[in-house]
T-cell receptor, first 114, second 118 residues
Framework: EAGVTQSPTHLIKTRGQQATLRCSPI?????VYWYQQALGLGLQFLLWYDEGEERNRGNFPPRFSGRQFPNYSSELNVNALELEDSALYLC?????????????FGQGTRLTVV | AQTVTQSQPEMSVQEAETVTLSCTYD???????LFWYKQPPSRQMILVIRQEAYKQQNATENRFSVNFQKAAKSFSLKISDSQLGDAAMYFCAYRSAMLTGGGNKLTFGTGTQLKVEL
């Protein structure tokens, strides 16, 4: 069974541009979570999607947005990129919004803003 | 809001020895879950062990065990018989047991880099 897959592995953008990151959850998982891991920091919760809807977001500005498609894959969009957006972005998926289910992580997208 | 603190940015252990990683957390909730995740250079977050707050018994998974002190809000990870493959960044994480908004959202500490020496 395939795990959580993220693309691209690496992404280099110029300040002010837009970045789009993609995540495919484990088959059967309906919840997708996005986290930002900046250098020297732990993972910060960004967004949670379940059944196609945004259920919760962390303390990030509105230029961080995303969506979940009918097949439960997800996109994270970052507009008007700033240098401090450079980080590893991790996606995780779980079966549903039930609390007994574990979240499984992808290998991340390394975003570099120059 | 919940917070998770890992006060050891780096730890070293000799191969085959035992090491303990520290974690404290702050919450006003009585029911929650605690986790230790491992992040090797491959960047993939791997679940090492989990603990339900309502369980008094400490969780164990092979060479990994925890010391869960609910009153002290402490959750340390003990790795026995350390192996070279244990070298990684270790994150402590908290998840609420309440089904209100957060879902499976995890709150992480800043991590402890574990080095294993020959």
């Amino acid at each position: 069974e395939a795990g959580v897959t993220q693309s691209p592995t690496h992404l280099i953008k110029t300040r002010g541009q837009q970045a789009t990151l993609r995540c495919s959850p484990i088959s059967g998982h309906t919840s997708v979570y996005w986290y930002q891991q900046a250098l020297g920091l732990g993972l910060q919760f960004l967004l949670w999607y379940d059944e196609g809807e945004e259920r919760n977001r962390g303390n990030f500005p509105p230029r961080f947005s995303g969506r979940q498609f009918p097949n439960y894959s997800s996109e994270l969009n970052v507009n008007a990129l700033e240098l401090e957006d450079s980080a590893l972005y991790l996606c995780a998926s779980s079966l549903n919004r039930g609390l007994g289910t574990e979240a499984f992580f992808g290998q991340g997208t390394r975003l570099t803003v120059v | 809001a919940q917070t998770v603190t890992q006060s050891q940015p780096e730890m070293s252990v000799q191969e085959a020895e035992t090491v303990t990683l520290s974690c404290t957390y702050d919450t006003s909730e009585s029911d929650y879950y605690l986790f230790w995740y491992k992040q090797p250079p491959s960047r993939q977050m791997i679940l090492v062990i989990r603990q339900e707050a309502y369980k008094q018994q400490n969780a164990t998974e092979n060479r990994f065990s925890v010391n869960f002190q609910k009153a002290a809000k402490s959750f340390s990870l003990k790795i026995s018989d350390s192996q070279l493959g244990d070298a990684a960044m270790y994150f402590c994480a908290y998840r609420s047991a309440m089904l209100t908004g957060g879902g499976n959202k995890l709150t992480f500490g800043t991590g402890t880099q574990l080095k294993v020496e020959l």
